[in-house]
């Protein structure tokens, strides 16, 4: 794999500057320590590319990349060897037989490059972990710090020497004089994810990772980092800086743009740190619409919560990864044939179990607006083929 040297210069040009250790931020820049891409797609033709980059052009970091499924976040990581200016890239597509990643980098574990060439089927390998109830057709990525270098060289370090100062930190050896001791710096980690149509390299869209500084301030090292044991952001980030991304991530109201009456359009609805299946959240919801026309202006705005159906409240939603159809919501206002175009609120998530930041208290959430289209194909005989895609994966903005 060739590997593409990025420039750090216009990138230390543009920093707005490092979180203290007392405080994690999330970042303007795409650029921090911890990396969240908030949802992959594996399913049918719908494949997804996730790549990491280190923009750092004399420093080595080592990181862990935990694929997340949706019910309660179950998960399937392992470590990355990121030389100076290096790049990580693995595909997820959905099989008969699971969600598999595919991985031709050399960035990965020596024990497992091969393996990962081949296909590591993410859904087995979890059921064999004794996890059942998932799905990790839809999903998050996170991307842990886990150790940073000082190279003073701009030459590709060899990863077998990577992959035996990340074994000497398991041993909790950090006699190694080019480790920052202070962690993972908050300037050179970004990431993006690229949803992409089984059978073929054409990027439908792609979204940047958000990324957060000054989650790493020290060097965490034994069997948290271990390959064999579960990625815990309480032992690798520590409680008090995971709380501290929850409490960014808390938000009054989500807004969006619809049109076409919301058709093939769906928001993703991302809760982080969760990690139970018992997931259960309520929210109310504000549809307006765009029209000029003076004879129903008074009618523009349709509040409605809850919404009731069968006399059971649904204006909730569970799982780690939640997914709304955007036409459901107009289907239940008063008059959806006035919802053509417009916007829509999603107000005041509450956690109603124990997770996050606990029951009854405000969500932490990452919002994604995805809208479906389609990708045209010939198959072998010459036929077009229609192909669901992904044509649009957009941030949803929150305050």
């Known amino acids: 794999m060739i590997k593409k040297v990025l420039s750090l210069a216009a990138v230390i040009a543009l920093n707005s500057g490092i979180a203290s250790a007392d405080n994690v931020v999330m970042a303007n820049d795409g ?4 990396l969240v891409a908030p949802v992959y797609v594996a399913k049918n033709n719908i494949c997804s590319d996730v790549t990491v980059m280190n923009t750092n052009e004399t420093n080595s970091i080592l990181a862990k990349v ?14 990355i060897f ?7 890239d693995g595909r997820v597509c959905g099989t008969v037989n699971g969600v598999v990643l ?9 024990l497992v490059r091969e393996m990962l060439k081949r296909g590591k089927n993410l859904t087995l390998q979890s059921k064999a972990a004794g996890h059942n109830n998932i799905d990790f057709s839809k999903g998050y990525v996170e991307v842990y710090p886990i150790a940073e270098f000082n190279e003073m060289s701009k030459k590709k370090v060899n990863k077998n020497v990577l992959v035996k100062r990340w074994d000497a930190l398991i041993k909790g050896d950090t006699s190694n004089p080019k480790l920052n001791k202070k962690g993972v710096d908050g300037y050179s980690l970004t990431g993006t994810l690229s949803f992409v149509t089984k059978g073929t390299n054409f990027e439908t869209s792609t979204m940047n990772m958000l990324a957060f ?26 409680t008090q800086k995971k709380n501290e991304i929850l409490k960014l991530l808390q938000k009054q109201t989500l807004s969006f743009k619809y049109n076409n009456s919301g058709k093939n359009q769906f928001i993703t609805l991302t809760f982080p740190f969760g990690y139970t299946d018992d997931q259960v959240r309520t929210y109310e919801v504000t549809v307006r619409d765009m029209s000029e026309d003076k004879s129903i202006k008074e009618k523009k705005v349709v509040i409605f919560s809850p919404i009731q159906q069968e006399k059971k409240v649904v204006n909730s939603v569970e799982n780690e990864v939640a997914t709304i159809s955007v036409s459901d919501i107009i289907a239940h206002t008063s008059n959806p044939d006035m919802f053509k175009k417009g916007m829509i609120q999603i107000k005041d998530i509450t956690n109603a179990s124990d997770v996050q930041l606990g029951n009854n208290a405000r969500a932490s959430v990452i919002g994604v607006k995805l809208t479906y289209g389609t990708t045209i194909v010939k198959n072998p005989n010459g036929k077009n083929l229609e192909l669901d895609d992904i044509s649009s994966a957009n941030y949803v903005p929150s305050k």
Request: aromatic content about 8%; glycine content about 8%; overall charge negative.
């Open 102 to 110: 595919t991985s031709n980098d050399d960035s990965n574990h020596p």
């Open 213 to 238: 500084k000054g989650t790493d301030d020290k060097q965490v090292t034994g069997a948290a980092i271990a390959y064999s044991n579960d990625t815990s952001p309480d032992l690798l980030l520590g």
């Open 82 to 88: 990121l030389s100076p200016g290096d790049v990580w």
């Open 31 to 34: 650029l921090g320590d911890f």
């Open 66 to 79: 935990t694929f997340r499924e949706e019910i309660s976040s179950q998960e399937v990581d392992f470590p």
